[in-house]
């Protein structure tokens, strides 16, 4: 288990001393993060962070770093993160009196092992004013932690203590909807914290006081082991479309057929996001979004960490996809590894496969033009193989040609007419019909539509 | 579609007059609530307050409500709940210029449609000290708004403008387990909103100015239909472990047989919410829940929700469970309004019971002693009909004994060792043999355990 720490921080130069305590732990700081450290130790940690601070300085002066006339926004990005990085420095480092956890926490805030993240914000600050979409930051941070979560098993720590606005709930939204894409193949553990809430009202001597004695016990407000949740969501192209169905409703060789290349989702990423970049427009005080990023921008990003975790599992498994033809064997131990901890849908697959190897075998035993064609390594429709199979009994036989949507998810999306089968002498091979495919995306597409309640109808 | 407006409320006395901006529609206001009763129209306000602002007054005085000494918490929960309703009053209705829009919100705030929850929150103010577990909160909240959400179609809007620490982020992941729920059988649109962050940092003249130009925007960060989502957790109530399951992976029988009664699930909910109430300590200025509210709590809650929806769904469809035994037809209603919108689970439990069906309608057609039995209206294992028909066929027969949940969860629940099948003549009557629901349990609970990835297995 990999051990990710995730913190939103609003405005740390608005944060006052007080002892924080963790699982017996207490240290007196700014920030609950050098206890989280100290106690979690954490092979990774995400600031997330709002280019609404940029420029910023407190009354007391802090940071003690110079204003700048901002004229790019990578300049507002690196101011953010230089006033970040002083805080970490001269606010909490410096008032770490235990030399073992200062040495541990320097090493983090130098090392590569801390990221931080700045997202676009929003809102009129004496410091900067930010205008653009509110979501921006939700798909900003989408795709920025799709490209920083590691690949590996996860327990992931969500710290709410320091967050504003929308930040706590959009990241805790974020991170629950790419980790429950991590969770079909990985163990994933996610716990989020939140300290007691900070005293306030106080004023003089009283508030000294209380900052004195008060303890901020740092709560678990959630603690789960995470269920594998796909991706509902539609986007423009129609073949991520059929694969984010054939996930969501276990449709292995839609799966294979339409697997997405981890490359050409990433260019599809950046680029629209350096079209984001280049469309802020920062002038001195104010930071002006003109565009934003698009909802496929959102489910993309969510499919490329997807697909991150996904190869590195299929490069250990060498199983090699996308491809077009499996066989019977390629697609279960497939359907074995992504549904895996969905046990319906494995059984479900793994029965519909089954069954299609059982019709095949018995067809290259029975006399006939079928079997012919069929040990001469030929492919046939499956359709035909069944009707040969079953011609002779009195029930089941039928010549099928329209196909509903509802039998195709009824059986795994291995509909008898799309299908091809092979036989090599070893193993059944499937394929779908190629002149086909755009029923094969419609049928898949048809399944994660949301049906809509008819309350007339079943009144 | 019923509108519910859910709103997560800080400390109302700390806000301040600025125009709130939302479709157009602007209103200079201390909350962005008129303008959303104005834009939304609600059907149902749900106000959430926490109880840390019992006794609060600010320097201004406000609100001019007596200090009280409390003695127990319904007089804490009485103070927040005057409190909340002078802000409304006298900080809200008495500063709305447009006579109409006053008359409107007059009626919102003293009709029926507005419920202030006052939850227990934590932490060290002035006016009041509160300890205990900061999940209380969540487990509270899940309660309340179980008997408060609506049974009809909903439109829900949770406005994260005015929320502070651990509330917005809770009160999200509670609405969305409960929308998840409703949303097997009613359509369930949610909309979470957040008024662009109130410009802080300004003071004197500048701070006026500021506050006199500022249009906060209030943005939509989500909005979507909402997918059903089930239940994981477990409960100690091994039944209810099983019915659970019945509904995450699609066993008819076993969702039928299992359905638990409401008003039983309500009274172990206000058991547990009774003794929470009588635990909480409350001296002055110092409040202390010695109890909390438990997992358990929690998951009933929610399954509370449910049976509640469920409930009027199936007074409408004509519906009676629990029944232990149910005709085919039943189970295949059961089946097409619960799992209407998962068209997956319900293709697949079809499938099942269809199979098990035209079993037995072969078997009422075959000489030999099953038949006598069926058509004698007699209950038989369908394990012994399965082999009836199978044993002069050369694939296929069987004399299973032992079953494999995997089996269990690949045919719906109905594994022919386990259930029991009745022939009247007209329909086929299916229950489970009532020595073997231990075993029920036991299979069902199995399919909702998360599975561990063994990396060592697939690598």
Known sequence: MLKVLVVPWGNPFQWE??????????????????????????????????DTI???????????????????????????????????????????????????FSKFISEEKLKIIVAP???????????????????????????????????????????????????????NNLLGLAAFVRNVHFVVLNSEPFPQGFIGEE??????????????????????????SKVSNEKLVAFIASLANGFPLVFATFYPKINELESVLDEEFQEFLKNIEVK????????????????ISKLFYLIKILNSTFDKSNINIPKE??????????????????????????????????????????????????????????????????KDTTDDAKERQDIDPRNFIAHSGLAMDLIYVKWNGNDVFLSYDEDRLKEVIEYSTESIRIEKVDHKNHQ
């Not at 064609?373 to 035909?384: A, D, I, K, T």
């Open 121 to 175: 914000g929003v809102g009129i600050f004496p410091n900067i004013a930010v205008e653009g979409e509110m979501l921006d930051f939700y798909h900003y941070i989408l795709y920025k932690l799709a490209k920083e979560l590691p690949v590996d098993d996860l327990e992931v720590y969500l710290d709410l203590t320091h967050g504003i606005n929308f930040m706590p709930t959009l990241i805790y939204r974020a991170l």
């Open 325 to 390: 033809e499996l066989s019977a064997k390629e697609l279960e131990s497939l359907v074995d590894i992504i549904f895996k901890k969905i046990l319906k849908i494995k059984m479900f697959a793994k029965r519909d496969i089954n069954i299609i190897k059982k019709f095949v075998k018995r067809a290259i035993k029975k006399e006939g033009e079928i079997k012919e064609r069929l040990l001469h390594g030929e492919r046939v429709r499956y359709l035909e193989v069944f009707n040969f199979i079953k």
């Open 207 to 232: 508030k000294a006081k209380v900052l004195r004695e008060t303890i901020l016990h740092i709560r678990k407000v959630e603690d789960r082991y995470i269920h594998p949740k796909p991706i509902y």
């Open 17 to 50: 001393q007080i002892t924080y305590e963790f699982k017996g732990i207490k240290l007196k700081s700014k920030s609950s993060l050098p206890l989280l450290i100290e106690v979690l130790k954490p092979e990774k940690i995400i600031i997330i962070a709002l």
């Open 284 to 299: 001195e005080k104010k930071i002006k979004r003109n565009k934003n990023l698009s909802d496929d921008f959102k489910t």
């Open 54 to 104: 940029a420029n910023f300085r407190n009354r007391d002066g802090k940071p003690e770093i110079e204003l700048k006339n901002f004229s790019k926004y990578l300049d507002v990005e690196k101011d953010v993160k230089d006033r970040i990085k002083w805080f970490l420095e001269k606010e909490i480092l410096e008032n770490i009196l235990d030399p073992e956890l200062k040495q541990k």
